[in-house]
């Protein structure tokens, strides 16, 4: 049971690049969610998935797109990567409050 | 302690010590709060949760401690081993049906052998 997988683990992407960060989680959650970590700033919230087949932004969506592709995997797309988003990216899945955690993609935007 | 707006504060106790983070919350509405703990380069792991019914929870050598007349949450940690050395968050979720939760900035536990 590999509970949420999240790939890349590193990701080094030149600014106006694009990029998706894969996540699919095993668990058979409904609610699956993309936050950003930055240094002294906790998690952010970018994007979340309340149910397969809905999106819906959280407190940082600019610069970014998801796409909840099934019930297991939630995409979440770079368009035109920006330093500003240089930022450790995790994704979560949950049944209700509780939320499980994959191990992150540290994304550097040069 | 932790709050949404300061920086990462660092608590360093040594081994055998008893921890207590600290975390206020803003939102009085909110009826749910969870402790995550992150260990470097890993993601937050649960490590205990309480509603807003209940003043205190105990788990396996920790307590969150509720007070909502102050708007405080408290983690204690009993005596405290190197493997607690991470970054502690508080998350609380507001009432209304929603699950999601909004995160405090965290607390860094240093524990020193």
């Known amino acids: 049971n590999a509970g949420v997988t999240q790939t890349p683990k590193f990701q080094v992407l030149k600014t106006g690049q694009s990029m998706t960060l894969q996540c699919a989680q095993d668990?058979?959650?409904?609610?699956m969610y993309w936050y950003r970590q930055d240094p002294g700033m906790g998690l952010r919230l970018i994007y979340y998935?309340?149910?397969?087949?809905?999106?819906d932004k959280g407190e940082v969506p600019n610069g970014y797109n998801v796409s909840r592709l099934n019930k297991r995997e939630f995409s979440l797309r770079l368009e035109s990567a920006a330093p500003s988003q240089t930022s450790v990216y995790f994704c979560?899945?949950?049944?209700?409050?509780?939320?499980?955690f994959g191990s992150g993609t540290q994304l550097s935007v040069l | 302690g932790e709050s949404v707006g300061l920086h990462l504060p660092t608590l360093s106790v040594q081994e055998g010590d008893n921890s207590i983070i600290n975390c206020a919350y803003s939102?009085?509405?909110?009826?749910?709060f969870i402790w995550y703990k992150q260990e470097s380069g890993k993601g937050p792991q649960f490590i205990i949760d309480i509603r807003s019914n209940m003043d205190k929870r105990q788990g396996q050598r920790v307590t969150v401690l509720l007070n909502k007349t102050v708007k405080h949450l408290s983690l204690q940690i009993a005596a405290t081993q190197p493997g607690d050395s991470a970054v502690y968050f508080c998350?609380?979720?507001?009432?209304?049906?929603?699950?999601?939760?909004?995160f405090g900035r965290g607390t860094s536990l240093i524990v020193h052998p």
């Open positions: 998935s309340a149910s397969e087949g809905t999106t």
């Open positions: 939102n009085s509405a909110s009826d749910y």
């Open positions: 668990m058979n959650h409904n609610s």
């Open positions: 979560a899945s949950s049944p209700d409050e509780k939320l499980f």
């Open positions: 998350a609380e979720r507001g009432s209304g049906g929603s699950y999601i939760p909004t």
